[in-house]
């Protein structure tokens, strides 16, 4: 769901697993057992993982959801 921020097969995201999300950072999350990378914003006591591809609709996490952050990304490389 990176689409727009041209990440394609063969690029290389580098993450840190000890960091918090902070708002509007982009990280990897686990929602039902699957990796997924969006960016994180909180809305009041939900958190939302937002894609930058508009063909994919944003995860809405509640407390009962069975989700977490994975960690965020710090550096993305691309192929030449």
Same mark, same amino acid.
């Given at each position: 769901?990176?689409?727009?921020?041209?990440?394609?097969?063969?690029?290389?995201?580098?993450?840190?697993?000890?960091?918090?999300?902070?708002?509007?950072?982009?990280?990897?999350? #686990?929602?039902?057992? =699957?990796?997924?990378?969006?960016?994180?914003?909180? %809305?009041? &006591?939900?958190?939302?993982? @937002?894609?930058?591809?508009?063909?994919?609709?944003?995860? #809405?996490?509640?407390? =009962?959801?069975?989700?977490?952050?994975?960690?965020? %990304?710090? &550096?993305?490389?691309?192929? @030449?």
């Amino acid at each position: 769901s990176s689409r727009r921020r041209h990440t394609r097969y063969g690029t290389v995201t580098g993450v840190q697993t000890c960091a918090l999300p902070i708002y509007g950072k982009v990280v990897i999350a #686990v929602v039902d057992s =699957e990796l997924t990378v969006k960016r994180y914003k909180k %809305v009041g &006591n939900k958190v939302e993982l @937002v894609p930058e591809n508009e063909r994919y609709q944003k995860i #809405v996490l509640e407390k =009962e959801s069975e989700a977490y952050i994975w960690g965020v %990304v710090t &550096n993305v490389i691309h192929q @030449v």
